[in-house]
């Protein structure tokens, strides 16, 4: 496994996060102990991060992993919406509980926009201070989708990580090309600050290219490290072996590519319609407000998640 240092922490972290969205309630629903043995199996394959957020309902997943994996081994990396003193200690303590952990390494506000939302959340980031000075969080980040707020940390030296969505068609990107989300990912490194991209496949939509994909990421020297979101053990073998430029034999090739995928609307779906719009094979429609789709029609080609504003598509 490659292993990195996160910008001037001194976090290190290996190349791939065990991105654990994928394996809560909101995709997967695998139960606790199902969780917690991917994560170990990962960890013993040299995988030593893991991405969650409060949203994503998988602390206690981690928790249940956390019982093999000695913790000084482990860095877990969370996000919150937090944007009060009273909203981040009510995430820490939610966070550090339903882990039963002392301390959290990367603390981030989640879906950070621009220089005007971390302006509105910063009596979180001063919280998130304060919580460091006593080394109870290592490090604070925050996790976007805009170029922009990439940009916009540059001013706030005390934001160390950055979990930018980056990927070879910059599917998902709200504001900007994938040239200039690079751009600014760039200017951030240079300036010492930690970076581990998301959605490297374009949460799953980017599937039939998953060759492209890994060449993509695997070149951005800029990455630190790049949360994959994985669901069984042949995933992760496969994601390792790629990192590590290993030969993948046919039949786990095979594994994977057989997996049953399917497209997933979230249900903060707000049935705007431009998805049904954008899909030439008529598989959408807008059913009681919100996007539906026919399975025996999608080609899961994920046309449709370029343009929702809502980012609620996802295929896996
Ligand atoms: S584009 Fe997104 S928000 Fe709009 S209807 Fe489709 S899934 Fe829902
Ligand atoms: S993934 Fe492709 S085929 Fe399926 S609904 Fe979206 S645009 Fe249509």
Redesign the pocket.
């Known amino acids: 496994m490659i292993y990195n240092v996160l910008g001037k922490t001194d976090i290190k972290v290996s190349k791939i996060a065990f991105g654990s969205l994928t394996m809560g309630p909101l995709q997967r629903n695998l139960t606790t102990v199902e969780g917690a043995s991917l994560i170990k199996y990962a960890y013993d394959q040299g995988i030593n991060f893991i991405d969650t957020a409060e949203l994503y309902e998988t602390y206690g997943h981690i928790r249940e992993a956390l019982k093999y994996i000695p913790r000084d081994t482990f860095v877990i990396a969370s996000k919150s919406y937090a944007y009060s003193k009273e909203t981040a200690k009510a995430s820490f303590e939610k966070a550090i509980l339903e882990m039963d952990t002392d301390y959290i390494d990367v603390f981030m506000l989640h879906e950070q926009m621009n220089a005007f939302t971390l302006k509105g959340h910063y009596e979180a980031i001063e919280y998130f201070l304060k919580l460091k000075s006593e080394g109870r969080i290592k490090a604070i980040g925050v996790s976007t989708h805009y170029v922009e707020c990439v940009r916009a940390i540059l001013r706030y030296p005390e934001i160390e990580v950055v979990h930018p969505i980056t990927n070879v068609n910059g599917l998902g990107i709200q504001d900007g090309s994938r040239q200039e989300m690079e751009l600014a990912i760039r200017a951030f490194k240079s300036s010492g600050g930690g970076v581990f991209g998301m959605k490297p496949l374009g949460g799953g939509n980017l599937l039939a290219s998953v060759d492209a994909c890994f060449n993509y990421v695997l070149d951005q020297s800029d990455l630190d490290a790049i949360a994959f979101g994985m669901q069984s053990k042949a995933e992760i073998d496969y994601n390792v072996r790629r990192v590590k430029g290993l030969e993948i034999s046919e039949s786990l090739k095979n594994e994977v590519s057989t997996t049953d995928k399917k497209l997933q609307?979230a249900d903060w779906?707000?049935?705007?319609?431009?998805?049904?719009k954008k899909c030439d094979h008529k598989a959408?429609r807008?059913q009681n407000g919100?996007?539906v789709v026919t399975r025996e029609t999608c080609v899961l080609c994920g046309y449709?998640a370029s343009?929702?504003?809502?980012f609620?598509?996802k295929v896996y």
């Open positions: 609307v779906c707000t049935g705007c319609g431009a998805c049904v959408l807008i919100q996007a449709c343009v929702c504003p809502e609620c598509i």
